[in-house]
């Protein structure tokens, strides 16, 4: 099956000369994919999504989204995915979060009651209701976040992007966030695209991770794959998550555990060694 997206050896010069490659590994992005790229502080991340929006066009290289290079097709690419841009000051401008969301809906020529309709649906999967009459600009930058989601997936689309959906936001807020990423991708079916530094996070929002590292796609994998390469990670300046980190020092001390993907596996297999040291349920406390 023709993947969603296909990114090939992109390179990219911005005004000032400055040069972007992406080359490496190919980027390829399956229907219903979770798909995180990491990476440094200007490994390129946000000028490949550029390029999978449309918003640039490549010097060299294949881009392709549904088959179509982006740049060339803008709108009809951009029907088909949202996004969620890094600062999303600059995405939200209605003047009031209703107006926000109902932007583009009411853009395509829909009637006042399906903008509506879309407008409270995405509001209530949100769990943004309250928000609805206030002004953008006063939100706190949890709740612009989310407004800017709910405009950018209130037509469903099939691709959803978000560059660093985490950033600034407090530890409860990103795993509301993270829960709403994870619905939107199981209960409706979107594909995901999405940077962060959230490492942590990562565990329990990938299919698949890419890295980039200087000019490099370096690797590409599962996450159990991805937080095995110790070698390529630290080249990216990445830390494996703070879980496969101790899981991994289990191992060097001998003990038969897995790389945990979830907090729950973790959980059963230190439970399962307490158990076979005799200690569960004696309250330990030493
Ligand atoms: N508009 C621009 N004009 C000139 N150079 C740019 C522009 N945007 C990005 N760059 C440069 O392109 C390179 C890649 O930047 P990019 O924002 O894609 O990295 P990133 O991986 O998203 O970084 P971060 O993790 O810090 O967000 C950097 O060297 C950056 O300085």
Request: charged share 25%; with cysteine.
């Amino acid at each position: 099956m023709e993947p969603l997206i296909k990114v090939q050896c992109l390179k990219h010069v911005y005004p000032d000369k400055t040069e972007v490659s992406v080359c490496g590994l190919d980027f390829i992005v399956s229907k219903g994919e979770r798909t995180v790229i990491l990476g440094p502080n200007g490994a390129g991340k946000t000028t490949l999504l550029a390029h999978i929006l449309g918003l640039l066009a490549p010097v060299e290289g294949v881009v392709e989204v549904m088959g179509l290079p982006p740049y060339k097709n803008f709108n009809e690419i951009r029907k088909n995915i949202g996004v969620v841009f890094q600062n999303v000051d600059e995405q939200i401008i209605g003047p009031r979060v209703y107006d926000d969301i109902a932007f583009t809906p009411r853009n395509e020529g829909l009637s006042k009651e399906a903008v509506h309709e879309k407008v409270m649906k995405v509001a209530k999967t949100l769990n943004i209701e309250d928000l609805l009459n206030k002004i953008p600009h006063y939100l706190s930058g949890g709740q612009k976040k989310k407004v800017a989601l709910a405009g950018a997936i209130v037509m469903m689309p099939k691709i959803l992007i978000m560059d660093e959906p985490f950033d600034s936001l407090d530890p409860k807020s990103k795993v509301e966030m993270l829960d709403m990423i994870n619905c939107l991708n199981k209960e409706y079916g979107i594909t995901l695209v999405i940077t962060t530094h959230d490492i942590n996070l990562v565990l329990g929002l990938a299919d698949t991770i890419y890295i980039l590292n200087q000019g490099n796609v370096v690797a590409k994998g599962t996450p159990e794959e991805i937080f095995m390469q110790d070698e390529i990670l630290r080249k990216a300046n990445l830390e494996p998550p703070i879980l496969v980190a101790l899981f991994s020092r289990l191992r060097e001390k001998g003990y038969d555990v897995i790389s945990p993907i979830s907090l729950e596996s973790a959980e059963e297999q230190l439970l399962l060694i307490l158990q076979n040291a005799g200690r569960v349920g004696e309250g330990v406390s030493s």
